[in-house]
């Protein structure tokens, strides 16, 4: 017997329920009606549409999948995109509700701040340069709604590529003060290092991960606005946290951001 | 005692000759942490009697992902000499080696002679420059295989070095980042922070341990700190770099 396939809003809805349930969904990806990366992003914008219509702000995007590792896991040749929405962040310092994220993970990443709109056709590395105001070093809680993290690009990018919450650094620095590409990057968490890598490993350079998302945004309709957030993905492995850990990220020329994850009740 | 000359002969003549020995501890399987130091001494005196100089130290398992994977919760230490020195920018022969793997690496030059259980501002007071590096290692153990006394015999798996130019370690070295392309391609990322979570402690861990031995790191001596990222395995024809921040660029070719 198969069980009959379901649409977008279905599927949407799903993910919806999963986050106000705390209880993770079984992979999408075999029970939605054309499950390729258009469906994907179409159950992604319909969410998105949803939150906005609820009165979430819209602060900026992620972008997922930015090593080959990574893509080969999910079956994927380019990264992916998620929505960012000002409920999801938080500063240097602060204790994270862990329990808003299923089956929270961390990374290390560089977060860019947008002083002007990237939008308009044929954007080059130039205009995505000049269009940043200054990068912070960003501890990225990414989870899943998927039970497991059993996640396939369609798993993936409907559930807002597995986004969930963000610590922005607080000392906001040029691009001129750091090497985007070279510089190390260490998360540590009780003095021991869980995770290591350095800008080169967001594909090739994260300002170029960056350029790609610009573009892409233009494609879809929703570009990227003056005073957006880019979360421009991981520079080393994911690793995973629990309640009670305080993790501190160093990226070289960025400082530092640290935050504690709340104990569980 | 001569059961340990034995075994400083036979891993001395598998590095030599470029062959795959069985690993010690099948035959020996209690073998010990100081048997098997006096093993990789003996056959590092065997080297210095046939003209090598010794040149320094270099430390390995400086990252908990491979103290775990070893099951040992101490790095370990092994004798680098002037034969294993590689011309930068130049051709490694492929086939002088078992199974070589280059290791991307922060290499210190001392200034000051330094031993014994000191801190990490006397270790940095004594060093002179800080260069990239990388270290080519081959296992003499049969398909990389080895427990902890078997690599500690072998000279802890060293067998080759690429270093870079040394520049004033005037900058903090704690977390820079770490390349190894393969033909121009990224193919091992991470950071200084993966050697212990400061490279300074790995020369702090050197300085106690040569110690240890009666040894101590003099001016001019070297310290190779520790694996930086997972090892790559060399193919013929390959170019290999590494690039670390603010140290600059260390590379080789790898010929027949």
């Known amino acids: 017997m198969t069980e009959a396939l379901i649409n977008v809003e279905q599927a949407a809805a799903l993910l919806r329920d999963a986050v106000a349930t705390g209880t993770p969904i079984a992979p999408l990806r075999d029970r939605v009606e054309n499950p390729d990366a258009a469906t994907a992003y179409a159950i992604q914008e319909a969410n998105t549409r949803h939150w906005i219509g609820e009165g979430r702000r819209l602060v900026g995007r992620k972008i997922g999948a930015t090593s080959k590792a990574v893509q080969n896991l999910l079956g994927l040749d380019q990264p992916d995109y998620g929505m960012l929405f000002a409920d999801m962040a938080f500063g240097d310092g602060e204790t994270i509700p862990v329990a808003r994220v299923s089956q929270p993970k961390v990374e290390g990443e560089i977060a860019f701040y947008l002083r002007d709109d990237l939008d308009g056709d044929a954007l080059t590395l130039a205009d995505v340069m000049h269009a940043i105001e200054y990068a912070v070093a960003a501890i990225e809680i990414v989870g899943s709604r998927i039970a497991d993290w059993n996640i396939k690009i369609v798993d993936t990018v409907a559930d807002n590529a597995s986004s969930g919450l963000y610590v922005l650094g607080s000392q906001p620095r040029p691009l001129t003060a750091f090497d985007p590409v070279l510089c190390g990057m260490v998360m540590s968490c009780r003095g021991e290092p869980i995770s290591t890598g350095a800008g080169i490993a967001c594909l090739g350079n994260p300002l170029v991960a960056t350029l790609w998302l610009a573009k892409k945004m233009v494609e879809v309709g929703r570009p990227l606005k003056k005073g957006d957030t880019i979360l421009s993905g991981a520079l080393g492995p994911l690793a995973p946290v629990k309640g009670g850990d305080v993790v501190e990220l160093r990226i070289s020329g960025l400082g530092a951001v640290r935050c504690r994850f709340e104990e569980e009740a | ?256």
């Not at chain 2, 680098?80 to 930068?88: G, Q």
């Not at chain 2, 006397?122 to 690599?151: H, N, W």
């Not at chain 2, 190779?224 to 590494?242: D, N």
């Open chain 2, 1 to 256: 005692m001569t059961a340990l000359h034995e075994l400083a002969l036979r891993v001395d003549e598998a590095a030599r000759n470029a062959t795959a020995i069985p690993q010690i501890t099948d035959e020996l399987p209690n073998l010990g942490i100081d048997d098997a130091y006096a093993i990789q001494a003996l056959s590092i005196r065997r080297r210095l009697e046939r003209g090598e100089r010794r040149i320094g130290v270099k430390m390995g398992l400086t990252s908990r992902a491979k103290m775990i994977q070893v099951g040992v919760d101490e790095v370990i230490w092994g004798r680098l000499t002037d034969a294993m020195l590689l011309e930068e920018g130049a051709s490694l022969s492929r086939a002088r080696y078992v199974h070589p793997r280059a290791e991307p690496e922060v290499v210190y030059r001392m200034g000051r002679r330094l031993a014994g259980k000191v801190t990490a501002l006397e270790a940095m007071a004594a060093v002179e420059g800080v260069a990239p590096a990388m270290e080519i290692i081959d296992s003499r153990y049969q398909a990389f295989r080895f427990a902890l006394p078997d690599v500690i015999a072998d000279n802890s798996s060293s067998s080759g070095l690429v270093i870079g130019s040394f520049v004033k370690p005037s900058f903090d070295l704690s977390n820079l980042g770490v390349v190894l392309s393969v033909d121009g391609m990224p193919r091992q990322i991470g950071s200084t922070a993966a050697i212990l979570g400061n490279p300074v402690r790995s020369l702090v861990a050197a300085a106690r341990m040569v110690a240890q031995w009666g040894e101590s790191l003099e001016p001019g001596d070297i310290v190779m700190a520790g694996g930086i990222t997972a090892a790559h395995a060399l193919s013929i024809g390959e170019y290999v770099q590494t690039d670390i921040e603010g140290l600059g660029r260390v590379a080789i070719t790898v010929g027949d």
